[in-house]
């Protein structure tokens, strides 16, 4: 046991003399690199070492792209700092489709379509990032695999925050925001889907302790009508919408869960109906995209 403290001494202190070394002659840039790579060979004796090092010849054999500075820099800092990505993945975007770019061989472009989904303003985003995970290229998956990652744990984190929050204080507009960010995460296709189970009920419980508080909160309502329809529960669904155009006539939160419901249950007499009482009572353009073409066709 003594020889066994000994070897570990000395390996952390060569490890360490190493690593000292290289930070010495790096430029700035590289440093962030060495400093992941220290730590990965502290942490697991002799194979984190071992690890660090193919990182670096790695890193070394493609500066052209940087890669593996990018995704060392990525795992352990915020996406707010890739703006730059950001932007040239918008641009890529607009020229091609995230499914279209992961059958190109352009490991550069599905690191930034891949980057562009973390921000969280792409519907899906978690489904389309399991088609990069079954990539062949082992940086894809890499990037796709550690940013499904990042973004539950973002989501659960803000989660868990506002729940705190929420509880201390008991703030109206705070079950407002954290109804819409338990529908924001459901909605990623992030969670497997014993994950996703557990959250929908974790939510539904949110929901109803939420409404006892504040029983004239649209927003509340609204997301529990949706939830009863993501669930496929019709009856249920149907009567919460009913409830929302009664109570809040002028909102269409309402009448867009009644068409939902009366859409897939093929009820065509009602469904004409509620469209007709949306362009009495709603303005059109204030409608989610997903309703409005579909209204004025049955409108017109």
Sequence with gaps: MTDLYILLIVYYLLTGLFFYALKKKASHDKKGLYNYCLILAYACPPAGFLIAVLLIMADRFHKKTNWAE?????????????????A????DRSLISFSSGLELDDTDLQKKLIVQLSSGSVANE?????????????????????TINVLSDRYRKQINELKKVFTNHRLEETAAELSLLYSHFLSSGILPLRQEK??????????????????????????LEMLYIRNGEWDKAELQCLKMVHDFPDLYFGYVGLLEVYFKNNAWSQLYSVVDQLNEHTEIEKLPDKYREFVRQLGA
Excluded: C, W
């Excluded at 040239?88 to 641009?91: F, G, K, M």
């Excluded at 419980?205 to 509340?220: D, E, H, R, S």
């Design 70 to 86: 990018e995704y060392l820099e990525y795992i352990s800092s915020d996406l707010v700092n890739y703006e730059h990505i950001r």
């Design 88 to 91: 040239e993945a918008l641009h």
């Design 126 to 146: 978690g489904g389309m990032l399991r088609k990069a995970v079954n990539q062949n290229d082992a940086e894809t998956v890499h990037y796709a695999a550690t």
């Design 198 to 223: 557990s959250l929908i009920r974790e939510f539904y419980q949110f929901l109803v302790y939420a409404i006892k508080y504040f029983p004239k909160n649209a927003t509340l309502y609204y997301q």
